[in-house]
């Protein structure tokens, strides 16, 4: 292994490991009443994220979506502004307007994280748009449920996007479920790549748990884009260790064995028996996760210390000017 | 200065924006064909990349405007008529109005969404549709409805320019007619100012696109009575001119407000409640509504007609109005 493949495999460890401990943390606060709202964890799905976003330039666009926490770690933002937002806090990356849903960093190339289904993927089709008006090689990627193959957006999303041929990447997160249902009962075909056929689009199937995989499929993907080719399909086949959201009440599918199942490949477990195998050191990799851990404790130290919003914040960026405040909160 | 019709109004304000800004685009359905008229010699001056055919798919196009606007284009999406508008609901509301708010400012969305009111001309009601006021229920969209053509141009440049989203509403009523309109590249009206179409001591009319010309007509029809009215045209419904409003109700004391949309939770009646609220104490009568009937737009032009405001139904508020003050002496 090269000095530069080294680092670049040991940059997608440090990022899947982020995301874990960061969902982790998270969901053991949310427990606690720390983070208000609904919670909608990525472990599980690291590989995903992490393999797609290593594959893109750091000027490259992302949208995400409701389950918001992994793309914008993935894309290589900072901890503490995204744990800010989910404490509700004046510091968080949407200054505590956006929440657990819509933790997305624009400065690292991200467009939103949206939480209606399948709403991202004409915003994705629309910054490749620009891309290529512009004709400054940025590559749009989107990232989407299994769930969100149903929607009418998604469809339109494809076919702009096919008709142009634009420089974009979809890539559908495939884990199973739609919130509760199984794609089995809500997909026709069978693979979500299928769907990719009627916009006579080019589509990857990959091991989703592989984060070499996804970003070797990716990186394909991403240079035909570049190069006037058109968008691609990839499906990354994994999982989600948590319910839709945490922390619910009552669990909303049990799934049995499943769960069980799905974490003998877990996708951080996998990489680092490969990277042991590739002669990495133990050291290295415990100094990794050691730093990655640490990482979250002090964004949660941040996110703790930071102000809270003041109520007059609830009417700023409705419009780029201001908008009135009413009287009644005006000095509250 | 030259004499030109609203939808000329419409392609000058286009074409002096697309030749002034390279990020300025326009996509839409049968843009290229130019059914209406307003992207005449576009292709031939900007190329098909920025005029661009689209699919039959508001929603995508909505979307894929909103995306482009956030990584620096400032695109015009053309849905044609506003009834095109329902399907892009998802993409209005929840990606177009919201994303500058949820991401807290990071999100810029120079954005103008065209479309048209298509009513009273025996097109049934699912292509009738007058839908501002539903937006107007939605926080983050600038709204803008135009009752003549120097409106229309100084008011479509400054959307074109907003780094807002912003939804112009072109009322097809007022397509033909005309107006002196400047020809100066600069010429721009600022999103939310109103104006008073005319002057007038007795009832404020506030008078929503359409119902402009309407109002207009009554007041010469009602002066020959004695009775004068004062037209106002907000023009922008957001931000909308209350300033403009309130000061003419403080004059006049009387109001009326004249909307063609339906009359439930219409900008009409947003307007009265605005007035109500902040005039009622130089109010002398209740505010009156001129809206179109809440049913829906038939087919039949017999019994369409009759359900928009019209010069007779905007006379005899404003002689109900007027009479009110002076029961006695009647």
């Not at chain 2, 120079?110 to 926080?139: K, T």
């Not at chain 2, 922008?236 to 109001?255: H, N």
Request: proline share 5%; hydrophobic share 40%.
């Amino acid at each position: 292994m090269t000095d530069q493949t080294n680092d670049r495999s040991l940059e997608k460890y440090r990022r899947m490991l982020r995301i874990r401990h960061f969902e982790d943390k998270a969901e053991a606060i949310h427990a606690q009443g720390e983070i208000p709202g609904a919670l909608h964890t990525y472990a599980g799905q690291e590989a995903s994220g992490v393999g797609a976003c290593m594959a893109l330039g750091e000027s490259d666009y992302m949208v995400g979506t409701h389950r918001s926490h992994g793309h914008p770690i993935a894309k290589g933002a900072k901890l503490r502004p995204l744990m800010a937002e989910l404490l509700g806090k004046a510091t968080g990356i949407c200054k505590g307007k956006g929440g657990s849903m819509h933790l997305s960093d624009f400065s690292v190339g991200s467009l939103g994280e949206t939480s209606i289904v399948g709403s991202g993927v004409p915003v994705a089709t629309g910054a490749a748009l620009g891309s290529k008006l512009k004709g400054d090689g940025r590559v749009a990627l989107c990232f989407f449920g299994d769930g969100a193959t149903g929607e009418g957006a998604f469809h339109e999303g494809l076919n702009l996007a096919a008709v142009w041929k634009l420089p974009a990447v979809f890539v559908c997160e495939n884990n199973g479920y739609a919130v509760s249902t199984p794609a089995r009962t809500h997909v026709p075909v069978k693979t979500l790549a299928d769907r990719a056929k009627g916009y006579d689009m080019p589509a990857i199937i990959v091991d989703g748990q592989d984060v070499d995989a996804v970003e070797a499929a990716i990186a394909q993907a991403v240079e035909r884009a570049r190069t006037g080719g058109g968008p691609t399909f990839v499906e990354t086949k994994t999982y989600r260790y948590a319910d839709h959201a945490v922390n619910m009440g009552r669990i909303l599918l049990d799934r049995g064995e499943e769960v069980g199942e799905w974490r003998k490949r877990d996708p951080i477990t996998l990489y680092r028996a490969r990277l042991l195998e590739q002669g990495v050191s133990a050291e290295t990799l415990d100094a990794i996760e050691r730093e990655a851990a640490d990482e979250v404790e002090d964004a949660l130290r941040f996110a703790r210390e930071s102000p809270l919003p003041e109520q007059a914040e609830a009417f700023d960026d409705v419009f780029t000017a201001a908008v009135p405040i009413p009287d009644y909160l005006a000095d509250a | 200065m030259a004499k030109v019709t609203y939808l000329e109004a419409i392609r000058q304000a286009q074409m002096e924006e697309m030749q002034r800004d390279d990020r300025v685009f326009i996509m839409g359905e049968d843009i290229v064909c130019n059914v209406f008229g307003t992207t005449t010699g576009f292709v031939e001056a900007f190329g098909l990349e920025r005029v661009r055919d689209t699919p039959i798919s508001e929603n995508g196009i909505v979307g894929a405007g909103a995306g482009a606007a956030m990584v620096g284009m400032r695109p015009i999406v053309d849905v044609t008529l506003s009834s095109f508008l329902y399907p892009a609901m998802d993409q209005i509301v929840s990606i177009v109005a919201k994303s500058r708010y949820i991401y807290g400012g990071q999100a810029k969305l120079p954005l103008v969404i065209r479309s048209c009111l298509f009513y009273g001309n025996a097109n049934a009601a699912q292509h009738s549709d007058r839908p501002y006021s539903m937006f107007m229920n939605m926080p983050g969209l600038k709204i803008v409805a135009p009752a003549t053509a120097y409106d229309m141009k100084g008011l479509m440049k400054a959307a074109i320019r907003d780094d807002n989203p912003v939804m112009m509403f072109e009322d097809g009523t007022c397509w033909s007619s005309k107006d002196e309109v400047p020809d100066d590249p600069d010429f721009i009206i600022p999103l939310g100012r109103g104006d008073i179409k005319r002057e007038g001591t007795d009832v404020t009319v506030v008078a929503v696109a359409g119902g402009v010309p309407v109002a207009l007509k009554a007041a010469k029809q009602l002066a020959k009575e004695g009775i004068s009215l004062e037209v106002i045209d907000p023009r922008c419904l957001m931000p909308l001119d209350r300033e403009l409003i309130l000061r003419s109700v403080r004059k006049t004391g009387r109001a009326i407000t004249v909307d063609p949309a339906h009359q439930t939770c219409s900008a009409g009646s947003e307007i009265a409640a605005t007035i109500a609220e902040h005039a009622f104490d130089a109010l002398r009568g209740p505010v009156l509504r001129v809206c179109t009937a809440d049913t829906h737009i038939p087919f039949s032009p017999t019994i369409e007609k009759a359900l928009f405001p019209t010069v007779d139904r905007i006379a005899a508020a404003a002689r109900r109005l007027v009479g009110i003050e002076q029961p006695a002496a009647a």
